[in-house]
């Protein structure tokens, strides 16, 4: 079932070793055959680590950005030059989009004293490095969709994916309004979980992504455990029950959607 699926949004440097051997995993996930994976940028300088630590596999893409943290956004205007500066030095083709970045009104909320104003202000530098590089964008958003889609429609020619989609029909409606693809973790399995699988059933098939964010959310059985990328499987097989189509023609759509966002063919 893994053949040709493709983790839009992974963690790969996290994948803790012991529990999972992150690299002896990806050479036994593509000689099975697996589509590839877009190993997602959290920290500033994080990105040439990446990139020599999986320099060997060719089926795997990058992105480069901040993940909302207080800590990062309190270090915004030192760490915003130090990301460009990674970016200008990617070899061409290696870095397909800007992020993950955006809001995370859980973990930032007025009531902790969080710098919500540099959140925000965090957020738009990276909509302005997209811009620039004219390069997709990948928005982290919990818990501030109304928030974060005001953002965004302030850069109309800066389009990318809602990761890790938390939602509902409406904040779906809203988001595909804007020009972004929606894309769906291993929650989508979870038994409290029907609205997210309402969602999915609403998204256009070509406006549609899978991911596992591993190595978080593992999907149902996994859940409990570290998430790998090989376990974007079994949200392959959930979504193409819930939309029924057939697993081959999900994991086609999937894969002509990441080559129109991302501009990438694995």
């Known amino acids: 079932m893994q053949t040709r699926c493709i983790d839009t949004h992974a963690h790969l440097s996290l994948l803790p070793q012991g529990a999972i051997s992150g690299e002896a995993r990806l050479f036994q996930l593509f000689q099975e055959g697996f589509g590839g994976i877009i190993d997602i940028g959290t920290e500033a300088a994080d990105l040439q680590f990446r990139l020599k630590a999986f320099a ?145 059933q609403f998204v256009p098939l070509d406006r549609l992504l899978l991911e596992t964010d591993a190595p978080y959310l593992a999907p149902q059985p996994f859940r409990g455990k570290p998430s790998e990328p090989g376990m974007v499987a079994e949200t392959y097989r959930l979504a193409a029950a819930l939309r029924q189509i057939p697993l081959e023609a999900l994991q086609a759509a999937i894969a002509q959607n990441v080559s129109a966002l991302f501009g990438i063919r694995f």
């Open 56 to 200: 060997q596999f060719d089926r795997i893409r990058f992105s480069a950005g901040i993940w909302p943290s207080k800590e990062s956004i309190a270090a915004r205007k030192r760490l915003i030059p130090c990301l460009e500066q990674h970016i200008s030095t990617t070899p061409q083709g290696r870095l397909i989009a800007i992020g993950e970045c955006g809001l995370d009104r859980h973990h930032n909320q007025v009531a902790t004293g969080a710098d919500l104003a540099g959140e925000r202000e965090l957020l738009e530098q990276h909509l302005d490095i997209a811009q620039r590089h004219k390069l997709p964008v990948i928005i982290h958003s919990r818990q501030s969709a109304k928030e974060t889609g005001e953002i965004l429609s302030l850069y109309p020619h800066v389009h990318g994916v809602i990761h890790c989609f938390s939602y509902g029909i409406p904040e779906a409606k809203s988001f595909l309004e804007l020009g972004y693809y929606l894309s769906f973790a291993g929650t989508l399995t979870y038994k409290n979980a029907q609205g997210l699988r309402e969602a999915l």
